[in-house]
């Protein structure tokens, strides 16, 4: 098992209490406009991806210059609020993807070395424990019920 180590950081606390409360600044501000959704709901809507963002982006454009082709039965107002909401979150969205991105990176690293080295921690007390020292035994006996296997059974054919 590797012991690379690749991450070595320490972020002040008062870091973590300020990104925090911006992030929950951020959220309580835009909360009374935003929607949330079901699995099902998602599932089930028309969705906009990149390529037609600039569809709408340019379907906007010509609602405005040329609203004769607009058909009755289209709400003009609620097209034009939608897609100014679109071209105001996608930023946003955007941003908080690559924070989000960035910290689970960090986290999934950190963790990976932090659990490597919890291993190579047990198999010392383990190694220890059944050798008899007596110190070892608590710890193993504590630490072994978060390292146990689980029970593979072969699967019958």
């Not at 959704?37 to 454009?61: C, N």
């Not at 690559?98 to 960090?106: C, N, S």
Request: hydrophobic content about 35%.
């Amino acid at each position: 098992m590797s012991t690379q180590n690749q991450i070595s950081i320490v972020i002040p606390q008062a870091i973590i209490d300020t990104v925090t409360e911006k992030l929950k600044e951020c959220k309580e501000a835009l909360a009374p406009y935003l929607q949330g959704l079901t699995m099902q709901e998602r599932e089930d809507l028309f969705k906009m991806g990149d390529k037609t963002v600039a569809t709408v982006q340019k379907t906007k454009a010509y609602v405005v210059s040329n609203p004769e082709f607009v058909p009755n039965y289209m709400d003009t107002v609620e097209f034009l609020k939608d897609e100014a909401v679109v071209s105001q979150l996608n930023p946003i969205v955007n941003l908080s993807k690559q924070l989000f991105t960035d910290a689970d990176d960090t986290v999934m690293l950190a963790g990976s070395e932090a659990l490597q080295n919890a291993m190579l921690y047990y198999g010392q007390v383990r190694e220890a424990h059944s050798k008899g020292v007596p110190t070892a035994k608590p710890i193993y006996e504590d630490l072994s019920e978060r390292f146990k296997r689980g029970s593979y059974k072969k699967k019958t054919q």
